[in-house]
């Protein structure tokens, strides 16, 4: 119940396309939902967050989806740029410890030229 | 602003050794955070400091992993001994709030750990 499920493991997108990242959590009691940016070598980089009261945030070309009754959400890159290439994180954490991070597994992305 | 500092950058031991990380968060971040990265994977919270005071260290495993934050800044994470399983990129992360939202995490760049 812990757990954040997160698809694709990898995913191949051309220049300009669109980047697509679903991630899918059980314990209803998540409160704040973040997406991290890691670029080899380096520590994740908070990129955009979401609480469940609202359905989509976007931030420039990153957005995040929310589906509170399917307990789901997903972080849609629009224009996607080859410097996007990195890894991205899901997490989840509770209301009083948003810093206990539960992530993903991960998506690495390939922006092809 | 400068951020999270760790060090070594890497570090190679045999199983059984002892090892030390040094984490020094970013100035006035009062919450600390240790996280466990294996390859493949996302990271695994280990040890949550608020201040000089343990917050949460449900997932440490303390029969070999001790960590402390002495006078509330600088913070160490130590293994002894290590195992195998241990290999791993520990994550040293410094929070401050994000704009209400919840807490905005401030990774360093880790201490890769390989165990032989």
């Known amino acids: 119940q812990q757990q954040v499920k997160q698809s694709p493991q990898s995913l191949i997108v051309q220049k300009g396309g669109i980047s697509i990242i679903n991630c899918a959590y059980e314990n209803t009691a998540f409160d704040y939902f973040p997406w991290y940016q890691q670029f080899p070598g380096k520590g994740p980089a908070l990129l955009i967050a979401?609480?469940?009261?609202?359905s989509e945030k976007k931030e420039g070309r990153f957005t995040i989806s929310f589906n509170k009754s399917a307990k789901q959400f997903s972080l849609h890159i629009m224009d996607s740029q080859p410097g996007d290439s990195a890894t991205y994180f899901c997490?989840?954490?509770?209301?009083?410890?948003?810093?206990?991070?539960?992530f993903g597994q991960g998506t690495t992305l390939q922006v092809k030229p | 602003e400068a951020g999270v500092a760790q060090s070594p950058r890497y570090k190679i031991i045999e199983k059984r050794q002892s090892v030390a990380f040094w984490c020094n968060p970013i100035s006035g971040h009062a919450t600390l955070y240790w996280y466990q990265q294996i390859l493949g994977q996302g990271p695994k919270l280990l040890i949550q400091f608020q201040n000089n005071g343990v917050v949460d260290d449900s997932q440490l495993p303390k029969d070999r992993f001790s960590a402390e934050r002495l006078k509330g800044v600088d913070s160490t994470l130590k293994i002894q001994p290590a195992k195998l399983e241990d290999s791993a990129v520990y994550l040293c992360a410094s929070s401050d709030s994000d704009r209400g939202l919840g807490e905005k995490l401030f990774f360093g760049s880790g201490t890769q750990l390989s165990v032989l």
């Open positions: 979401i609480r469940p009261d609202v």
């Open positions: 997490a989840a954490s509770i209301a009083g410890n948003t810093g206990k991070l539960i």
